[in-house]
């Protein structure tokens, strides 16, 4: 598979032996309401991201325009998912549902001077507080969001060659 210019072999990407270290310090996501569960794979090209039931239900129905747009946009940088699952443990009567999704930048983390998690909107949109925008420690380790990006970045620079290719 392609993605964005960026070869993503999904096998290689989920290789448990590549994965062992990043599988042992998994952790919630940093940002996220819920206890969200973001893990990375070691070659920083593919995410899993747990899902609320909600949120499941909401991509399931979104998913033919999506599919649409992507194939009508073959240049788009809208995250490309690979799928949507929901595991069932019926012996104890547990589910989880589990995006499985591409990871626009696929750099690894520590060439990563900030993460955002965009959504578009500016309701609960903000991770940091006023005073620890100066603190590069924080914005390193966190997954901020919109309002974080306003205040921190203001606009992404697009070369405007890849911006015309965009649209």
Sequence with gaps: MKNQGIEADILKSFDLALNKKSIHRGKAADGGKGGEFFFFSADYKMIIKSLTREELMTFCNLMPDYYEHCINNKNSIITKI?????????????ALNLMVMSNICGFPKKVVSSTYDMKG??????????????????IKRRTLKDLDFMELEKKLNIPIEIRNELY
């Design 82 to 94: 690979y799928g949507l699952y929901r595991i069932e443990w019926e012996s104890i009567g547990m």
């Design 121 to 138: 909107s500016q309701f609960s949109r903000q991770v940091l507080k006023k005073d620890e925008y100066q603190d590069k420690k924080k």
